[in-house]
């Protein structure tokens, strides 16, 4: 039945259901990303088991996980138990049951597209973001950090720069979107949720941040974005 909805190669979304200390040493929801590997007959599903830097995650037998499939029909999620961890045909896999029923929601804005896009920002003061939320702010680009942006959402982006921002401060930045006509800029105020050095490249920081004073049309211009890439991902062969 669950192959109706689900197929081999739909990406997806792991999130732990109790929290656990995260990279910042604060507590929280820890979320890995991988992908359906085979649906097998008695209904459980084998997923690639999940990597952070390299080296595999060993995730617990027994734990459970709420999980956003994102498949081809659209998302659904259930809550899964992980049954056992094998290596098949080469391939270091999950088998996972399902605990709660399968169902669809909406969750589109939350769907991270790993890519390299060029961006800059720059801190925003007080004033600055009062202004912008009210549409007044004349914006002054100037002092603007380079970066790359590695993944995206219609959410926020996670990107690499050798400027570290400061976590919960508010920043400006800009970056540029391929569309089927051109180039579309945006110019985004967002949140900075986690800010720290990458491990063995000094002066290299990654930062998570979380777009605020989004508009919607703005929000679904992104995330139109990241499922059409998706949609040429999968025609080229690339998102198996």
């Known amino acids: 039945m669950i192959e109706k909805f689900i197929s081999p ?22 979320t890995y990303r991988t992908s359906v590997y085979d649906i097998l007959d008695d209904g459980r599903l084998e997923l690639v088991m999940p990597m952070e830097q390299t080296k595999l995650v060993l995730l617990p037998i027994g734990g459970e996980y709420d999980v956003c499939f994102y498949a081809h029909k659209g998302m659904y999620r ?38 390299v896009i060029d961006m800059t920002a720059r801190a925003m003061t007080r004033q600055e973001c009062d202004a912008f939320v009210q549409g007044h702010m004349t914006v002054l680009e100037e002092n603007m950090a380079r970066g790359v942006i590695v993944d995206i959402s219609g959410g926020g982006t996670r990107f690499v720069s050798r400027h570290k921002f400061e976590e919960g401060s508010t920043i400006l930045m800009r970056f540029c979107l391929p569309t089927a006509e051109n180039e579309r800029a945006f110019l985004l105020a967002a949140k900075v949720v986690f800010s720290g050095e990458i491990e063995n490249r000094a002066n290299e920081y990654e930062v998570r941040v979380k777009f605020e004073y989004i508009d919607t049309a703005t929000r679904e211009q992104i995330i139109k974005f990241i499922f059409d890439e998706e949609r040429k991902n999968r025609k080229n062969g690339k998102g198996r």
């Open 9 to 30: 190669g739909d990406k997806l979304e792991l999130k732990s259901i109790v929290s656990v200390v995260l990279p910042d040493g604060t507590e929280g929801v820890k």
């Open 78 to 115: 259930a809550d899964v138990r992980i049954a056992d961890r094998r290596k098949v045909n080469g391939i270091y896999v999950l088998v996972v049951e399902l605990v709660s029923n399968l169902h669809k929601f909406q969750r589109r804005e939350y769907y991270r597209f790993n890519c």
